[in-house]
């Protein structure tokens, strides 16, 4: 596994249009065995407002991963009821260690908010980064996005409340 230096963040609305790209360029290069090319268009292209994604910064703890030259590798959001609503890193990026130490300050808000578990609804393909991480399937789930239809697995992480 390649590695990254990287800090991770607290995001701002400035890095919403970094945000957006990462989001887009990371659901375009999802496996092609576990999804359709209608449902990779319909995920990647669902979210594509301002308001929308500034809705989600103002809603949730969201993170980033910055390289030493500003650039946005990835982020991720964290709910209030400990749900990881969003994970996702740049293409180029991946397998370097950035997701995980994304998951890693996720945990550690979550444990900061006494929240005895945090929880997930993982794609297919990112269900075995999940597991690596600690988290445990405990479900599988039907979701429909415009019309389109998406499996996703429900898992479930156990923390150590301070």
Same mark, same amino acid.
């Not at 999804?35 to 980033?64: C, G, I, M, P, S």
């Given at each position: 596994?390649?590695?990254?230096? !990287? ?26 065995? &576990?999804?359709?090319? $209608? ?19 103002? $809603? ?18 964290? !709910? %209030?009821?400990? $749900? ?7 293409? @180029?990026?991946?397998?370097?260690? /950035?997701? %995980?130490?994304? /998951?890693?300050?996720? =945990?550690?808000?979550?444990? @900061?908010?006494?929240?005895? =578990?945090? &929880?997930?609804? %993982? %794609? ?35 923390? !150590?409340?301070?």
């Amino acid at each position: 596994m390649k590695t990254t230096t !990287c800090k991770i963040r607290k995001a701002t609305l400035n890095d919403l249009p970094q945000i957006r790209a990462v989001f887009i360029d990371s659901v375009r290069a999802f496996d092609r065995t &576990h999804y359709t090319e $209608q449902q990779v268009e319909k995920w990647a292209t669902a979210f594509v407002k301002d308001d929308h994604w500034a809705l989600k910064l103002q $809603q949730n703890r969201f993170v980033v991963a910055e390289s030493h030259l500003k650039e946005i590798s990835g982020f991720a959001a964290l !709910c %209030s009821d400990g $749900q990881v609503e969003m994970l996702y890193v740049k293409p @180029e990026a991946r397998n370097a260690g /950035i997701a %995980s130490k994304m /998951i890693q300050q996720l =945990c550690n808000i979550a444990d @900061e908010s006494w929240l005895p =578990c945090i &929880h997930a609804e %993982s %794609s297919l393909a990112a269900t075995p980064f999940f597991e690596k991480n600690g988290f445990r399937v405990e479900g599988v789930l039907s979701r429909e996005l415009e019309g389109v239809h998406f499996t996703k697995i429900q898992l479930v992480k156990r923390l !150590c409340v301070a």
